[in-house]
């Protein structure tokens, strides 16, 4: 069974710091993870994926993420944050081998960027 | 730039009325899902289709139908509007199935439901 946590609801920075939204995820296949961001009153935004290719992923804006398979975890991170970036951001989960679509999505955290 | 377009964005219903939530991609995707976002919960998916007039339930579809005439058009409809299903509706296509595949989402319709 497939299952994402993202560890906080809310995280908030000041402009320039880095940023830190953690993930942890549970899969009984290889996983397929995604990162997407949602603004205000709009719809959600793929920031980056992993497909078992290499474990640093590199998204738009900056941001990116580590898979690390022992620590089943998937945190997204960027050195430094801007106003622009404060938007609530989902971890999503996907199986690849399933016969449907297996497509779990996080809670949500919301990213707070301070001047 | 690839689109999914949801036509209405804001839409407030009393309860027991039929309610149209209509979704048009211009990606030629053979796949779309209608998801339901709230506070706290994620995103929840409601049903799904990966061909014209095919379509599956998803985790959530009571109180819901859907509808795929034309590959490019995935409705939902409710029945009978209730008030818990007053909600923020996301709408989805994807490619057929890949490894990793990717949604592309519409803006989202927020009903209300009085």
């Known amino acids: 069974a497939q299952s994402v946590t993202q560890l906080d609801s809310h995280v908030s920075v000041s402009e320039g710091t880095p940023v830190l939204l953690r993930c942890n995820y549970s899969s009984s296949y290889s996983p397929s993870l995604f990162w997407y961001v949602q603004h205000p009153n709009k719809g959600l935004q793929l920031l980056l994926k992993y497909t078992s290719a290499a474990t640093l992923v590199k998204g738009i804006n900056g941001f990116e993420a580590e898979f690390k398979k022992s620590e089943t975890s998937f945190h997204l991170t960027k050195p430094s944050a801007h106003m622009s970036d404060a938007a609530e951001y989902f971890c999503v989960v996907s199986d690849p081998d399933g016969g449907g679509f297996k497509t779990i999505f996080g809670a949500g955290t919301r990213l707070f960027v301070k001047a | 730039d690839v689109k999914v377009t949801q036509s209405s964005r804001y839409l407030v219903k009393r309860t027991g009325e039929k309610v149209f939530l209509e979704c048009v991609q211009d990606m030629d995707h053979e796949n779309m899902f209608w998801y339901r976002q709230d506070p706290g919960l994620g995103l929840r998916l409601i049903y799904f289709?990966?061909?014209?007039?095919?379509?599956e339930k998803g985790d959530i579809p009571e109180g819901y139908s859907v509808s795929r005439e034309k590959k490019e058009r995935f409705s939902l409809i409710l029945e009978s509007a209730s008030t818990n299903q007053t909600s923020m509706y996301l709408c989805?296509?994807?490619?057929?199935?890949?490894?990793?595949?990717?949604?592309?989402f519409g803006e989202g319709s927020r009903l209300t439901v009085l």
């Open positions: 289709s990966y061909d014209v007039k095919m379509k």
């Open positions: 989805a296509s994807s490619p057929p199935r890949q490894l990793a595949r990717s949604l592309f």
